[in-house]
């Protein structure tokens, strides 16, 4: 079954403690993104990567780092979480993204919490 | 700056009704729009590409007006499943894909 994985799901965390939360495809997607959802502000793209070893700053980089030293995994780390990156995040991977339809296969979520 | 509005909803309307979405887009030189529909806490998935000559797919009709920058969705004959978010998207660039904040659809009995 074609699909995105992310995991945890769910985490709760303290202020400063690293972590990273993981994501995988396995539609041989070049395009991978990694988006935020908060309450009336909608989705927020954090990073993106064209393809491996090729990454870059979306709309909200400020605090995290991304990855691509595989095809099919775009991790997204957070060094010292804060709280205002409570959220919840989307992995997102599309084949071409100059295509039509630009349709983005998106993960299940991973809600996260920093106290 | 990149800009999607949508209507702020909640719609709420009853089952068999006929509903409409309006969204609106500031950059000019945008090059391809989606609807979106998001169920609560879950992953947005597409539901349907919007053609500059319309489209129709079942119930669901999109249409995009170039000249105004306005995208639209209608629903016709509302199911209670229609009940979610729908998210319009628009595609501004090689790797800018931009989501308004959406609009909240509540269909009831």
């Known amino acids: 079954e074609a699909q995105v994985t992310q995991n945890p799901r769910y985490l709760i965390t303290v202020t400063g403690k690293k972590l990273t939360v993981t994501c995988s495809q396995n539609?041989?997607?070049?395009?991978m993104s990694w988006y935020r959802q908060d309450p009336g502000l909608g989705l927020r793209q954090i990073y993106y990567?064209?393809?491996?070893?090729?990454?870059d700053k979306g709309d909200v980089p400020e605090g995290y780092k991304v990855s691509r030293k595989e095809k099919r995994n775009f991790p997204l780390i957070l060094e010292s979480p804060s709280p205002n990156q409570t959220s919840l995040y989307f992995c997102?991977?599309?084949?071409?993204?100059?295509?039509?339809?630009?349709?983005?296969?998106f993960g299940p979520g991973t809600r996260l919490t920093v106290t | 700056r990149k800009e999607v509005e949508q209507d702020p909803g909640p719609f709420n309307v009853p089952e068999g009704a006929t509903v409409a979405f309006n969204c609106t887009y500031s950059?000019?030189?945008?090059?391809?729009f989606f609807w979106y529909r998001q169920d609560c806490r879950k992953e947005p998935k597409l539901l349907m590409s919007?053609?500059?000559s319309g489209n129709e797919d079942g119930r669901f009709t999109a249409q995009l007006n170039r000249a105004s920058q306005y995208i639209s969705l209608l629903i016709r004959d509302s199911k209670l499943s229609d009940s979610a978010t729908y998210l319009c998207?628009?595609?501004?660039?090689?790797?800018?894909?931009?989501f308004g904040k959406g609009t909240m659809l509540l269909v009831s009995p």
């Open positions: 997102a991977s599309t084949a071409n993204p100059t295509g039509a339809p630009y349709e983005q296969y």
């Open positions: 539609m041989n997607h070049e395009y």
């Open positions: 990567s064209m393809n491996v070893e090729v990454t």
């Open positions: 950059n000019s030189a945008s090059q391809s």
């Open positions: 919007v053609y500059s």
């Open positions: 998207v628009v595609h501004s660039g090689y790797s800018t894909l931009t």
